[in-house]
């Protein structure tokens, strides 16, 4: 009892703690720092892509509706306050031109509204980044892969397997 009765005296101290997501998520520094020229990133996000009709990247900077805030910081892209009120610090993440981003987000939703999933390769090059040591000028081409309904493929499953894999309701549209 008195063992439990120090240990309740000393002080607290929350943290937050996290793998290497609230970083970087997805790795995709590290894979530049080794040299890779071809990436492909898995891009398993909670946030739905928005189509042009919501948001338009060419006219407006992204909210955290519009995009999941992974990828944005890349391009030195702010959504909201991240890394002022969330574990996550994505704000030394940038290593590719801020006004590459609305390029790539428009190719995105360009792949979405086709209808066969967001897969979208893009030559990208690199801007300094001193935090991580990445050198500017570094020509890369990433295939990102923002996970997503493919709503051609789902239309041509069977009917029975479409109703066990075919999100209900107009608002599953992603």
């Given at each position: 009892a008195a063992r439990a009765a120090a240990a309740a005296a000393l002080p607290v101290t929350l943290v937050q703690l996290g793998d290497g997501g609230d970083e970087v998520s997805p790795h995709l520094i590290g894979l530049i720092l080794r040299g890779a020229t071809r990436i492909v990133a898995f891009c398993n996000f909670a946030v739905p892509l928005q189509l042009p009709s919501r948001w338009n990247p060419l006219q407006r900077g992204p909210t955290s509706l519009d995009i999941d805030d992974d990828i944005p910081p890349f391009f030195g892209v702010v959504i909201d306050d991240w890394g002022e009120r969330s574990a996550y610090d994505f704000r030394r993440n940038q290593v590719f031109r801020t006004e590459d981003f609305p390029v790539?987000?428009?190719?995105?939703?360009?792949?979405?509204?086709?209808?066969?999933g967001i897969v979208v390769?893009?030559?990208?090059?690199?801007?300094?980044?001193?935090?991580?040591?990445?050198?500017g000028g570094f020509c890369v081409n990433v295939t990102w892969v923002y996970v997503s309904r493919a709503l051609q493929w789902e239309a041509r499953l069977p009917p029975a397997v479409r109703a066990l894999v075919v999100p209900p309701g107009a608002g599953a549209r992603d």
């Amino acid at each position: 009892a008195a063992r439990a009765a120090a240990a309740a005296a000393l002080p607290v101290t929350l943290v937050q703690l996290g793998d290497g997501g609230d970083e970087v998520s997805p790795h995709l520094i590290g894979l530049i720092l080794r040299g890779a020229t071809r990436i492909v990133a898995f891009c398993n996000f909670a946030v739905p892509l928005q189509l042009p009709s919501r948001w338009n990247p060419l006219q407006r900077g992204p909210t955290s509706l519009d995009i999941d805030d992974d990828i944005p910081p890349f391009f030195g892209v702010v959504i909201d306050d991240w890394g002022e009120r969330s574990a996550y610090d994505f704000r030394r993440n940038q290593v590719f031109r801020t006004e590459d981003f609305p390029v790539v987000v428009s190719a995105m939703q360009k792949a979405q509204a086709s209808g066969r999933g967001i897969v979208v390769t893009t030559p990208l090059v690199t801007v300094d980044n001193p935090w991580w040591g990445v050198k500017g000028g570094f020509c890369v081409n990433v295939t990102w892969v923002y996970v997503s309904r493919a709503l051609q493929w789902e239309a041509r499953l069977p009917p029975a397997v479409r109703a066990l894999v075919v999100p209900p309701g107009a608002g599953a549209r992603d």
